[in-house]
């Protein structure tokens, strides 16, 4: 069944600590342009009035706030570091607004982390106040049927930890990886839209590099390419002048609408 019409907007395409960096007086981090400005890694997945969360990063009510989500109808999560789950208490305004809880899906790595980092959102007992009201479901990797949208965990390797990455339709988000497995390239064929890990020029332990990246959306030939999880040793402007066609670099509140035929 095709896939409706979807947008993905980049909620945030920098690495743990952002850009600019605390305490930073580098180029990129005193950048004036706007791209430059890199909060914690996130996208919203939008079709058929239905929002989709990838991650709830420490930024999450400025994110929120800036892309004017109203609403969000399920949380997908890619792994239990804390850039990518910190901001999960801030969903509580969604559950105010909606009245009901909300799905989440993790790995079972990934959701003991998450009930370890929030036990009073799990613990079920009664509060005095609010707390987020979630419904979790823990995932092993089986498809993701969400809305009418089936979202494929791909399996990535962030250091020595496996991790995953989401496909949905023609799209794919694989953020926070060193490497992706053979066996995952193979779930990544035709591809309209690909966002790839690509913290910065020098190896890292756990992310992958300019290079790698480049390797790696040349091997796969998405149609788009889009690189995430960058640190601020990557202008935007000048780093993306130096990829190759439909290579780019992400950019905070990026708005990218995939096409389902693809
Ligand atoms: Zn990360
Ligand atoms: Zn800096
Ligand atoms: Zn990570």
Request: glycine share 8%.
């Amino acid at each position: 069944m095709p896939s409706p019409a979807c947008k993905i907007t980049v909620l945030g395409s920098g690495t743990s600590v952002g850009v600019p960096t605390i305490g930073c007086d580098c180029a990129v981090c005193r950048s004036t342009d706007p791209r430059d400005q890199r909060l914690r890694p996130s996208v919203l997945v939008s079709y058929g009035g239905r929002n989709i969360l990838i991650d709830t990063t420490p930024d999450l009510r400025t994110q929120a706030l800036r892309a004017r989500i109203d609403h969000v109808d399920a949380i997908l999560f890619t792994h239990s570091h804390a850039d990518h789950v910190m901001g999960l208490d801030d969903v509580r305004p969604f559950n105010f607004r909606q009245k009901g809880h909300i799905p989440i899906y993790a790995s079972e790595p990934t959701m003991t982390a998450i009930v370890r980092c929030f036990p009073y959102i799990f613990d079920g007992l009664k509060k005095e106040s609010n707390v987020p009201r979630l419904t979790p479901n823990t995932n092993d990797g089986s498809p993701i049927d969400l809305f009418g949208v089936t979202f494929l965990p791909v399996p990535i390797m962030h250091g020595s930890q496996q991790i995953y990455g989401f496909r949905f339709g023609a799209a794919a988000y694989l953020t926070d990886h060193s490497e992706v497995p053979e066996a995952s390239m193979e779930m990544l064929h035709g591809l309209d839209v690909l966002f790839l890990d690509a913290l910065r020029y020098r190896v890292h332990p756990t992310h992958s590099t300019v290079e790698h990246s480049i390797g790696t959306a040349q091997r796969l030939g998405a149609r788009r390419t889009f690189f995430t999880h960058i640190c601020h040793e990557i202008p935007h402007a000048a780093g993306e002048s130096k990829l190759p066609p439909n290579i780019f670099l992400a950019y905070d509140g990026l708005e990218v609408e995939v096409d389902a035929a693809a």
